[in-house]
């Protein structure tokens, strides 16, 4: 087997590119094979041993500083379960089944704790298992850090409380704080699900650890003190290669600021809680969450985080049941115990791809930070606005995306089923609680849904086939995925005379052929429509080139690959009296 390779003689990169050249007969290599990603990067068809080269730290071992390839000598991780009740009786009972369930770390986003007596409730028989508060405020973390202090061995705490909301209690409270409580959290995950690109969301949560970093310093607590206080939380997104690269970056990037406020090597250990990310659920064909779902709980492990929470496929318009909660358990589950996903650290390591990117985002979120440092630190951004436009632009191309179907979400913006009814199963506010990329498209789908119960009828569009069979058909296609995303029903029938179409029912008429066919059956089609005094709207597939001809003879719409869906979709809902 060592020596199977040696068959094979080496193939260099320039006979790589002669034999994509030639594949390419001519086509522009760029335009053809190169992706810029978001965060910038021009991404390559194919990476070899030369482009690491000149990286640094690729002999690290999993476990040693700076981190590259983890902080932990395997690969496992915890699997961290969300609660959300609010009352701390059933909220313990809800995590007591999780834990006996698989879960081994509980987090709990609802509850609201009030006393010391509150905590006994809830963690009750949890004394063995971490545990962490998201909705943590100065109240808890004291009683928390109290409580810890007098226990004798306790699992680990953590608290969702910003570090930076106030500096003088986070000061007050690492001075006393016991082993295994880390009380404060950067939330690296807002940043995702406000818009942020990778790059962003590392320089970002960088920025503030540094500050915090910076402002424990001015009160004389230590370094170590002050990282080891420090847990990242980051959503994980869709951009699968990126996600795992964007973890890696973090902790080399965590590292060399800890070393430069004076921290040893180890006091750089970024302590990482992974999620996965709430802007690309969708209400709509909601079992797709769950392979979404997956794939980032993947990267998450891939990209070594310390725990990892699978979000239920419902929680977007619901509050998640047992049976959907158990599901997403069992998604880490299985990736642990039977895709066996625990046994070797960084499997991604020594991937040309991901190192690669990992470099080059570490190296971009370096150069945000320290852009923002220049600015003078992370809070005069965040009070100046900076960082909020930084976002609201990355948010504005990525919704763009979504839009324009260039980032595709099955079920919704492509491949919509137009019979399925969402409305039902909505519970009031959930779809609201959190931005997401397709909550423009499901208010148009949710507004055709609610049309009959005002009185009126769900829009059917007839797809008249006519003329070419390859443009016809293809016509037709794209206009049912076309409409189906704002719930019209489509009827496809093939048509010999325009005589026929004129009589045919539907409250939107769709013509489907070839651009040069189009004159013909309009100039034909309008005269006897108006005959039978029908006034039906009719669209055409396409964007012919005698387009403005087309609208002069009474074509009321073009659809095509160029149109902004939403626009096109919202107009005609309204032309056929839906309405808010």
């Known amino acids: 087997m060592e020596h199977l390779l040696e068959e094979f003689a080496p193939v260099s990169t320039a006979e790589w590119e002669a034999a994509i050249a030639r594949d390419l007969k001519g086509a522009d290599y760029a335009k053809r094979l190169i992706w810029r990603s978001e965060e910038g990067l021009a991404v390559k068809p194919y990476y070899r041993a030369e482009d690491l080269k000149d990286l640094a730290y690729l002999d690290a071992e999993p476990g040693a500083s700076p981190y590259r390839r983890g902080t932990r000598a395997t690969g496992d991780w915890l699997i961290r379960e969300e609660i959300e009740a609010e009352d701390a009786e059933t909220a313990n009972r809800e995590a007591c089944a999780a834990v006996a369930g698989g879960a081994e770390g509980i987090a709990f986003s609802g509850v609201l704790v009030e006393s010391d007596a509150d905590l006994s409730v809830l963690l009750r028989n949890l ?52 082993d295994g409580f880390v009380p404060f959290t950067v939330r690296g995950d807002r940043f995702e699900e406000a818009g942020a690109t990778a790059a962003e969301e590392i320089g970002f949560s960088l920025a503030a650890g540094v500050d915090f970093l910076g402002a424990m310093q001015e009160r004389d607590v230590e370094t170590g003190r002050a990282a080891a206080a420090l847990e990242f939380s980051f959503a994980i997104g869709a951009n699968y290669f990126f996600q795992i690269a964007k973890l890696r970056a973090l902790r080399m990037a965590w590292a060399r600021a800890a070393e430069s406020y004076g921290g040893s090597r180890s006091e750089g250990r970024a302590q990482i809680a992974a999620r996965t990310s709430r802007w690309n659920k969708t209400l709509y064909d909601p079992h797709v969450n769950i392979l979404r779902a997956t794939t980032e709980a993947m990267a998450a492990v891939l990209g070594g985080a310390d725990s990892v929470t699978v979000a239920s496929f419902d929680a977007c318009y619901r509050r998640p049941d047992e049976a959907s909660r158990r599901l997403a358990r069992n998604t880490q589950l299985l990736l642990k115990h039977e895709a066996e996903m625990a046994r070797v650290a960084d499997a991604a390591g020594g991937s040309y791809f991901v190192e690669a990117i990992t470099d080059f985002l570490a190296r971009e979120g370096w150069k945000i930070m320290q852009g923002i440092e220049a600015q003078g630190g992370y809070r005069q951004a965040l009070a100046d606005g900076a960082i909020e436009a930084a976002l609201e632009r990355s948010m504005a191309a990525r919704e763009k995306a979504v839009t324009l179907r260039r980032r595709i979400f099955v079920g919704t913006n492509q491949f919509a089923n137009p019979a399925e009814q ?46 070419d069979v390859k443009m016809r058909a293809a016509r037709s296609h794209f206009a049912a995925n076309f409409f189906a995303c704002v719930g019209f029903e489509t ?90």
Not at 434 to 449: K, Q, W
């Open 127 to 178: 004394e063995e298992i971490p545990i962490h508060f998201e909705r943590a405020d100065e109240k808890l973390v004291r009683l928390l850090s109290e409580r810890l202090g007098a226990a004798r061995s306790v699992a680990r705490v953590s608290t969702g409380c910003d570090a930076l909301a106030n500096v003088g209690f986070a000061a007050e409270v690492i001075g006393k704080a016991p």
């Open 422 to 467: 969402a409305l039902s199963r909505c519970e009031a506010g959930r779809i609201c609680e959190t931005r997401r990329g397709t909550r423009t498209y499901e208010e148009l789908r949710l507004r055709t849904e609610r049309h009959p119960a005002a009185g009126g009828v769900t829009p059917r569009v007839l797809l008249a086939e006519f003329g």
């Open 491 to 580: 009827v496809t029938r093939r048509f010999r005379k325009a005589a026929e179409i004129a009589t045919a029912e539907g409250e939107l008429i769709v013509l489907c052929s070839a651009d040069t066919e189009y004159a013909a059956i309009v100039a034909e089609l309008m005269p006897k429509m108006k005959a039978v005094r029908r006034s039906t709207p009719v669209i055409v597939a396409g964007n012919p080139e005698d387009a403005g001809v087309l609208a002069g003879a009474g074509i009321a719409d073009f659809v095509h690959v160029r149109s902004n869906p939403v626009e096109v979709l919202t107009k005609w809902q309204e032309r056929l009296g839906i309405k808010n």
